[in-house]
């Protein structure tokens, strides 16, 4: 555990859906306190930023396809609350599944339990480092909420004091490793000033950090899954640590985290 008295920590978990076939661990008492703690004792209680694979609700709702990625509070909140959940990104191609009514629900109920919800292509001040979720898969209803790769100029022009994290929703599920496309983003991100690339939406977590323009940035392909319902080795997680200094530089590593869906189970 790495501290030191000018910087400030902050972990990023990949892949969240506190629904579906997870809801048993969530009702479970046991199953709930083991995921916890096994949580806690990687995190050691420091805030967390994830990657929420759907739409937050106040309630259930009946008539959703099953492919729909639907959590309720009553559900979610307790665990969210209990591992420090600090953010959450809706730049994904899940978190418009109920359409633009359901992503504003989803935007309401994250700011009702204090969890700041991150949209796409919006910046976010997370007090020692700025934040850019961008979502580039296309899904039910995702709309306008999806990135060109070949055009991210816009990006340049956005107000945004360094260092600037960009937390992306890319790349081909149930791999764990980046191919051309990737590199090709995160070095048009890092020529707008992005320091930092974390990616999700693989399922599979990287096991690499790959420097880009000589280390002048760094990407993550995928942190995989965090809290979602896919056995091994379908899935995969890891959490990403940053810690940024007084003076803008920021240091990153990868902490293996296990399959949690499995370990309820």
């Known amino acids: ?6 910087e400030s920590t902050k972990l ?6 506190l ?60 665990l969210l609350s209990a591992l420090k ?14 359409g633009p009514d359901g992503h504003a629900e989803s935007v309401m109920q994250l700011q009702r339990l204090g969890i700041v919800p991150l949209r796409h292509g919006v910046v976010t001040d997370m007090g020692a480092f700025r934040l850019l979720p961008i979502n580039f898969v296309g899904g039910k209803l995702v709309g306008g909420a ?43 991100l890092a020529r707008c000033g992005v320091a930092l690339v974390i990616g999700a939406h693989s399922h599979q ?22 809290l979602f319902d896919q056995t091994s080795p379908r899935g995969s997680g890891a959490l990403l640590e940053l810690r940024v200094f007084r003076q803008g530089t920021v240091a990153v590593r990868l902490i293996p985290v296990p399959n949690l869906f499995e370990l309820g189970r």
């Open 205 to 226: 977590a990287s096991e690499t950090i790959e420097a880009v323009n000589g280390g002048a940035s760094q990407m993550v392909f995928s942190l995989g899954n965090f």
């Open 146 to 188: 999806i990135a060109d790769p070949n055009h991210l100029d816009w990006v340049c022009g956005l107000k945004a004091a360094p260092p600037l994290v960009a937390f992306v929703h890319w790349g081909t599920e149930y791999t764990n490793a980046s191919t051309d496309a990737e590199r090709g983003v995160t070095r048009a």
């Open 19 to 78: 629904g579906r076939y997870f809801l048993p661990h969530l009702h479970d008492p046991a199953t709930w306190a083991a995921i916890r703690d096994t949580v806690l004792g990687i995190t050691r209680g420091l805030p967390l930023v994830i990657n929420l694979e759907g739409v937050l609700l106040d309630g259930p709702v009946t008539g959703v396809g099953a492919d729909a990625h639907v959590m309720t509070t009553d559900d979610a909140s307790p």
């Open 85 to 98: 959940v600090r953010a959450a990104s809706l730049a994904n191609n899940h978190a418009n599944d109920l």
């Open 12 to 17: 990023f978990g990949g892949d969240v859906l």
């Open 1 to 6: 555990a790495f501290s030191y008295p000018d």
